[in-house]
């Protein structure tokens, strides 16, 4: 029987792309079912997005602090095989429209290879994860109808369940992403290495 594994993450993170790839490979050895949750690490990020470098010097206070703080992830992300390039993302985006599409791509057992996609997107190719014609390229990308997604993109569809699901994460004390919730038992926060998520799979059984 699977284990049910809900997610919850934001594609600006990344450090929730580690921890997918550590899933990855723990589902490698174990039957996972993996059910994606939004969460908004800027819940007040304006809907077009702001420019990553004056966004970056205003949180950590210099632009030497941002690039020190980079280049730890950045390693971190290699050792899992994973490429991230700073220097090709210009815009902090809203997610939601992100989580949108993950949304329908669950509909369609699609969601986690639209959530690689993003990823990789954002992180390695410095694309705008907050428009609607790189969403719809990811989307058909993953074996989705682009034409239907252009429309759904266009519109206000789920907007305000992506807004009460991520509420909701809060609300419940997610306060750090990744989280991944084991059979609705156990909490593993953080990109955990493979042995935490094999414990928490053990707990969650019994």
């Known amino acids: 029987m699977a284990i049910t594994i809900d997610v919850v993450s934001d594609f600006v ?3 929730c792309w580690i921890g997918k790839r550590h899933l990855d490979t723990f589902a490698g050895e174990a039957d996972i079912e993996r059910r994606w949750h939004p969460y908004l690490l ?7 997005g702001v420019d990553r470098a ?12 941002a690039k020190e703080l980079g280049a730890g992830v950045t390693a971190a992300a290699k050792g899992v095989g994973l490429d991230i390039d700073y220097s090709r993302v210009e815009r902090v985006p809203d997610t939601r429209d ?12 699609r ?9 990789r997107a954002y992180f390695s190719e410095g694309r705008d994860i907050g ?9 058909a990308s993953a074996g989705m109808d682009r ?3 252009e429309g759904l993109l266009a519109g206000d569809a789920d907007r305000d369940i992506i807004d009460a699901q991520a509420d909701r994460a809060r609300s419940m004390g997610v ?4 989280t991944h919730i084991f059979a609705n038992k156990v909490a593993v926060v953080g990109a955990q290495p493979i042995e935490a998520l094999r414990q928490a799979a053990v707990l969650a059984a019994a």
Request: glycine share 12%.
């Open 13 to 15: 993170c990344p450090w």
């Open 98 to 109: 992100a989580h949108r599409l993950v949304r329908w791509a669950g509909g369609q057992a």
């Open 131 to 139: 428009d609607a014609a790189v969403l719809a390229d990811i989307g």
């Open 111 to 119: 969601a986690d290879t639209v959530a690689e996609g993003l990823f």
């Open 54 to 65: 004056a966004f970056v010097r205003q949180k950590f206070g210099s632009d030497a602090r």
């Open 42 to 48: 800027h819940p007040d990020m304006p809907e077009g």
């Open 175 to 178: 306060s750090g992403v990744p």
């Open 147 to 149: 034409a239907i997604l």
